[in-house]
């Protein structure tokens, strides 16, 4: 069984299934800065939330297809 690393207690947590994979594909990262007006930004900030999504997974989505295209 996989554990997570013991924070402050004494009881390790089990990985879901879900949460294994992940941490076991996990690949190394690295920021990314972008400049854009502050308006944009917030609109595109509202929207992902309305659409119950997060800026970053939209972002690297269209970061994929362009590199497919």
Same mark, same amino acid.
């Given at each position: 069984?996989?554990? /997570?690393? #013991? =924070? &402050?207690? &004494?009881?390790?947590? @089990?990985y =879901?299934?879900? !949460?294994?994979?992940? !941490?076991?594909?996990?690949?190394?990262?690295?920021? *990314?800065?972008? /400049?854009?007006? #502050?308006? #944009?930004?917030? @609109?595109?900030?509202? /929207? =992902?939330?309305? #659409?119950?999504? &997060?800026?970053?997974?939209? *972002? *690297? /989505?269209?970061?994929? @297809?362009? *590199?497919? @295209?």
């Open positions: 069984m996989v554990f /997570k690393a #013991k =924070t &402050n207690s &004494n009881k390790h947590q @089990s =879901t299934v879900q !949460e294994a994979i992940t !941490e076991a594909v996990k690949e190394e990262t690295v920021g *990314l800065n972008i /400049k854009m007006p #502050k308006t #944009k930004r917030a @609109s595109f900030k509202a /929207k =992902t939330a309305i #659409k119950n999504e &997060n800026m970053q997974d939209v *972002l *690297l /989505k269209a970061i994929d @297809s362009y *590199l497919e @295209s």
